[in-house]
Nanobody, 117 residues
């Protein structure tokens, strides 16, 4: 059973940075092909794709609004995916969810990111 645990959210001022982490268990990044992704859900809105990375190839995809401001990465030794977010804007405020596609789709519990002065 794949389990995902996010961390790293919090309150940050506009222009600031945060690094979100997603620790995965139940499959190995190094031995099993999968996709790790991040999604955001702002209050009253649907969940939206932010970025994804292949656990084996490292290939990345980004939603247009975060290109140049965010970087998704993974550490196969730690079985952890990351989302580094820079130049944060108030409109980035949302709950950020980690997801894994690996013989099924699995979601973490989410971590709140609030961008406010």
């Amino acid at each position: 059973q794949v389990q995902l645990v996010e961390s790293g959210g919090g309150l940050v001022q506009p222009g600031g940075s945060l690094r979100l982490s997603c620790a995965a268990s139940g499959f190995s990044f190094s031995n099993a092909s999968g996709i790790m992704s991040w999604h955001s859900q702002a209050p009253g809105k649907e969940r939206e794709f932010v970025a994804s990375i292949s656990t084996i190839t490292g290939r990345t995809l980004y939603e247009d609004s975060v290109k140049g401001r965010s970087t998704i990465s993974r550490d196969n030794a730690k079985n952890t995916a990351y989302l580094q977010m820079n130049s944060l804007k108030p409109e980035d405020t949302a709950v950020y969810y980690c997801a894994a596609i690996q013989q099924g789709v699995y979601w973490g519990q989410g971590t709140q990111v609030t961008v406010s002065s």
